[in-house]
């Protein structure tokens, strides 16, 4: 059986990493050694952090942690290329707290043309993006080809869809 850390790092890396068409620049933000393996398997400049403290522009930013706000989101942008950087974070589960993931998706969601939520095991994490969406624009080059003991192509795509109780009420937070 794998372990949830195995599954939420395969998950936070492949989907924004197999959804970019050529994602050259990676910045990561509180990272760990699961999330460091799984982006060592492709060929991009990384950045590790544990802030926004960066002053250079990434087409993937990847943030393993569930507290989004504004200032989150701001700095997030500040690092984000402008037209199509893709961002991907952990949120809190509908089921825990549906309240918060709802104002967690709709605080992402405003600085971008999509923002999906996706399910990660038990877990759930957003994926948000300028340009590339994440089930019509994934890379199949690269996420039939991945290396892992969770992610898949299939799993990738099956990822967004949400049973009813969940999608209804993110009708018209998330951006499709």
């Known amino acids: 059986m794998l372990e949830k850390n195995?599954?939420?790092?395969?998950?936070?890396?492949?989907?924004?990493?197999?959804?970019h068409k050529e994602p050259k620049k990676v910045l990561v933000v509180m990272g760990d050694d699961e999330i460091k393996k799984e982006l060592e398997?492709?060929?991009?400049?990384?950045?590790?952090?544990?802030s926004f403290n960066s002053d250079e522009k990434f087409d993937v930013v990847i943030y393993n942690n569930n507290i989004i706000d504004d200032i989150v989101m701001a700095n997030a942008m500040r690092n984000l290329e402008d037209k199509c950087g893709v961002f991907a974070s952990k949120v809190i589960s509908f089921d825990a707290n549906s309240d918060a993931m709802k104002k967690d998706l709709a605080t992402v969601a405003k600085n971008f043309w999509i923002a999906m939520p996706y399910a990660s095991g038990q877990d759930m994490m957003i994926l948000a993006s300028k340009k590339y969406h994440p089930q019509a624009d994934i890379i199949l080059d690269r996420s039939d080809f991945v290396d892992t003991n969770y992610y898949n192509t299939e799993l990738h795509n099956a990822s967004f869809?949400?049973?009813?109780?969940?999608?209804?009420?993110?009708?018209?937070?998330a951006k499709r």
């Open 41 to 50: 398997k492709y060929d991009a400049e990384v950045v590790y952090s544990d």
């Open 161 to 173: 869809v949400m049973p009813t109780y969940i999608q209804k009420p993110l009708t018209g937070i």
């Open 6 to 19: 195995t599954i939420n790092s395969e998950m936070l890396v492949h989907v924004p990493m197999c959804t």
